[in-house]
């Protein structure tokens, strides 16, 4: 499958603040976007997913933000906590084709 | 309910040996994922099973790796021989069916000499 990319390599931010991760995709036959938290020395763990027939989806404190139109996908969590820091990656697919995942995003959190 | 089970965590071994990871996917889960992820990069899907069929293997390197799932259940992923470059972790995941979030184990880290 096409590619999916990530904008910053790595996000610093305070304990207490809204984070916003951001990814950008290229197959627009995509039509299932998933984000994962990877911790060090574990394997990624599901955080939310939305289809192409939603645009918003929430969950406790993240939302999935999805544009179709300029083929972006981002994550936002709110009051970020020291426990959110990971990588956090972005994958996508078209009809029951497999998962291709980006290149990932380093969150930092400052207490 | 239990998450996917890995073993081992950790395996060296030098190069042109062979070595063999298992995974044991969430309870009722029919299909099954093995990804090779190299540091620093997101997981690239070697093969997938729905039960104990293979779904899509177009990026397993055939002359050396192989992988079973032999009654629909567990999974076994072999590298016979392995070379330096498949120094990565391997995680395993499932996935209740095909286009479901996909579920991961904590993978087993291969250190090649």
């Known amino acids: 499958g096409e590619s999916v990319g990530l904008h910053l390599p790595t996000l610093s931010v305070q304990e207490g603040d809204n984070s916003i991760i951001n990814c950008a995709y290229s197959?627009?036959?995509?039509?299932?976007f998933i984000w994962y938290k990877q911790e060090s020395g574990k394997g990624p763990q599901f955080i939310i997913d939305?289809?192409?027939?939603?645009d918003k989806r929430q969950g406790q404190r993240v939302t999935v933000l999805l544009n179709k139109t300029v083929k972006h996908l981002s994550l936002q969590i709110a009051a970020t906590q020291p426990g959110d820091s990971a990588v956090y990656f972005c994958?996508?697919?078209?009809?029951?084709?497999?998962?291709?995942f980006g290149k990932g995003t380093m969150l930092l959190v400052s207490p | 309910e239990a998450g996917v089970a890995q073993s081992p965590r950790y395996k060296i071994i030098e190069k042109r040996q062979s070595v063999a990871f298992w995974c044991n996917p969430i309870?009722?889960?029919?299909?099954l994922y093995w990804y090779q992820q190299i540091l620093g990069q997101g997981p690239k899907l070697l093969i997938q099973?729905?039960?104990?069929?293979?779904?899509?293997d177009s990026q397993l390197p055939k002359d050396r790796f192989s992988a079973e799932r032999l009654k629909g259940v567990d999974s076994t992923l072999k590298i016979q021989p392995a070379k330096l470059e498949d120094s990565a972790v391997y995680l395993c995941?499932?996935?209740?069916?095909?286009?479901?979030?996909?579920?991961f184990g904590d993978g087993t880290r291969l250190s090649i000499l």
């Open positions: 995941a499932s996935s209740l069916e095909r286009n479901q979030p996909q579920h």
């Open positions: 197959n627009s036959a995509s039509d299932y």
């Open positions: 939305i289809r192409s027939n939603m």
């Open positions: 994958a996508e697919s078209s009809g029951y084709s497999t998962l291709t």
């Open positions: 309870s009722g889960h029919a299909t």
């Open positions: 099973f729905q039960n104990n069929g293979v779904v899509d």
